[in-house]
């Protein structure tokens, strides 16, 4: 990551981000500030910038609402006076600027969700993948169908993704559609427990196969068997 800035929309978000990198065995190194979580010392510095970083955005962002409540004091309209006069060249500049930054949020997070997307596309539908994601994301963070394939759209057309992942999903049925959903979890987390799958079903209001709410590992794990069977996973060591 070049700039701590580029990472997270806020210190919690930051934290979150480098949680989940954590727990995915992986550190995290800033080019620009010279930080290296994998230490100690690195850690805490990290969470001051990131702290500094915050204060710093919502000074800007206070001095600006007392600069459009001072230009309204004085009959002054805030905002862009070219946008307001409908100056196209002023429109295509947002509009690029907004693009902008919509990509450069898709590219910090990229590492959260792609992966995922790329396990689990084409052979489970935009829904399915869609709820996996949400089960992991932080709150606030929540993704839609329209939103996840504009994103991988936009991926694609950069040449950061393949065009593979907008194929068409299988047909399948409800047996199916839950072995291939338990197989896509655990391709994007090899080290989730049967109890983990399990939880994270519920949390997606995923029914058993008799129709309970109630995932018990045993029937996590008659569906990994079936998903190694079938060669949607490679065989492993059985799991707790």
Request: hydrophobic share 40%; aromatic share 4%.
């Amino acid at each position: 990551m070049a700039r701590l800035d580029r990472l997270a929309r806020s210190l919690s978000h930051l934290l979150a981000v480098i949680e989940d990198l954590t727990g995915r065995g992986a550190g995290f190194r800033s080019l620009a500030d010279t930080i290296d979580t994998t230490s100690p010392h690195g850690m805490l510095t990290l969470q001051i910038l990131g702290a500094v970083a915050e204060f710093e955005r919502q000074l800007i962002r206070e001095r600006t609402m007392v600069g459009i409540e001072v230009a309204r004091a004085k009959g002054k309209k805030p905002g862009n006076p070219q946008l307001r006069a409908g100056n196209p060249d002023a429109k295509r500049k947002i509009a690029k600027a907004r693009e902008q930054a919509y990509f450069d949020k898709l590219n910090a997070t990229a590492s959260t969700w792609l992966p995922i997307v790329r396990q689990m596309r084409p052979h489970q539908r935009w829904e399915d993948v869609v709820s996996v994601l949400n089960a992991r994301a932080a709150d606030g963070d929540r993704w839609t169908v329209e939103r996840l394939r504009r994103a991988v759209d936009r991926f694609i057309a950069d040449g950061l993704a393949e065009p593979e992942l907008l194929g068409k999903a299988p047909p399948r049925s409800a047996d199916d559609r839950l072995m291939t959903l338990v197989a896509g979890m655990t391709r994007a987390n090899p080290d989730m427990t049967l109890a983990g799958i399990g939880a994270q079903l519920e949390a997606m209001y995923e029914r058993t196969p008799s129709g309970g709410r109630r995932w018990a590992p045993g029937s996590v794990k008659s569906l990994l068997d079936r998903a190694r069977k079938h060669g949607l996973i490679p065989a492993s060591p059985d799991r707790a």
